[in-house]
Structures are given as C-alpha cells and as structure tokens.
C-alpha cells in the first residue's frame, strides 16, 4: 500500500445477507453489525424510506416494478458501502434481491452470507410476524417458501461465500456468521 496521503483508503468491504423471507436477515443483521462494530443497513428499510412507502405497497404494484427498485438500490447500496463510507457495514438484503441477474453480479464479488432454514420453519415464522407482506404464491406462507426456495436456494448459493443455518434463534445464528466472516 502507498503511503501518499492523496489516496485514500477504501473502507472494508460489506457483510451481505441473503435468505428467504423469515431467515432473520434483519435481527441476525442488527445483531452481527453489533458485534463487529459495523454499521447495520437493511435494504427494505431504505427502500421504504426512499419510496415513502411500505414494502406491500411497493409490491401492490407489480413484483417486476418492485424488484427493479430493489435492484436499483442495491447497486446504489453497494456504491456508497463500498467507496462512500468510511466505516464498515453489514448489509440486510430482501429474500428477491437474488431474482435479478446484474444484482447476483455485483454480490459475488462480496462476502455474502446465505442464511438457510427449511422452507416449514420459514412459514412459521411468517405466520408468527405482525408484519403482514403480500404472498408472492398462492396457497398459504408453507406453499410459498417451498416455492421460493426451490427458485431461489440454486441462487442463494451461486451468490454466497458462506451458508449458515438459520435454524437456531438469532443471535446463535449470528455467532456462527461472525466466526466465518472475521476468518476472512
């Protein structure tokens, strides 16, 4: 590394999670971020804010207009974490984020946890959330995660550096993500 004054650093890179709806992508995220003194960013979250809108709204929509603006933001996301902050993050993405080809592009080039569970233990948990989403398949939350994964686990998969049972309560889940990123 130089040691001109007149280049700067490039911060670390971020800590991205992928997973399916119920995962714990949010309270695994808070919870790591924590830990390794990171910032803690939730692409849903920034998503709702930029938009002035929940993310049901969004989606009322149209997925394929909701999954550009998730698209559009990830690559925004990814600008600013990795060349606009000095400090280093973990980044929470929402469980479609993989859907997108260019977005699954710029993710492989980062350290990416798949936060895998069994698609009965997501459906519980969906059941279980105040936080009421539209279903992205019809038939009730176990029909849509046994869907959803089918899609999205070869994709998870093509993206991650790492994949961490999401089975256990969060912040078990977030130990054993902690253990593997820092030996990076």
Do not use: N
């Not at 709702?48 to 394929?64: D, K």
């Not at 699954?104 to 233990?121: D, H, I, K, N």
């Amino acid at each position: 590394m130089s040691s001109d004054p007149r280049q700067r650093a490039l911060p670390p890179l971020p800590w991205v999670l992928v997973g399916l709806r119920g995962a714990g992508k949010t309270s695994v995220g808070r919870l790591l971020a924590e830990a390794s003194g990171r910032k803690f960013v939730d692409l849903d979250e920034v998503l709702e804010r930029r938009m002035g809108q929940s993310i049901p709204q969004l989606l009322a929509a149209g997925e394929p207009s909701f999954r550009r603006l998730e698209a559009d933001l990830l690559r925004t996301c990814l600008e600013l974490l990795c060349l606009g902050t000095p400090q280093a993050s973990v980044l929470a993405t929402g469980g479609g984020v993989v859907e997108d080809p260019d977005s699954r592009r710029l993710l492989r080039a980062l350290p990416v946890v798949y936060l895998q569970a069994a698609p009965a233990l997501l459906a519980a948990r969906v059941r279980a959330d105040a936080q009421e989403r539209p279903a992205l398949v019809a038939g009730g939350p176990l029909r849509e995660a046994e869907a959803l994964w089918e899609r999205r686990d070869p994709l998870y998969r093509e993206v991650a550096t790492h994949v961490v049972s999401a089975a256990d309560v969060a912040p078990v889940v977030s130990a054993a993500a902690l253990r593997l990123l820092s030996a990076e």
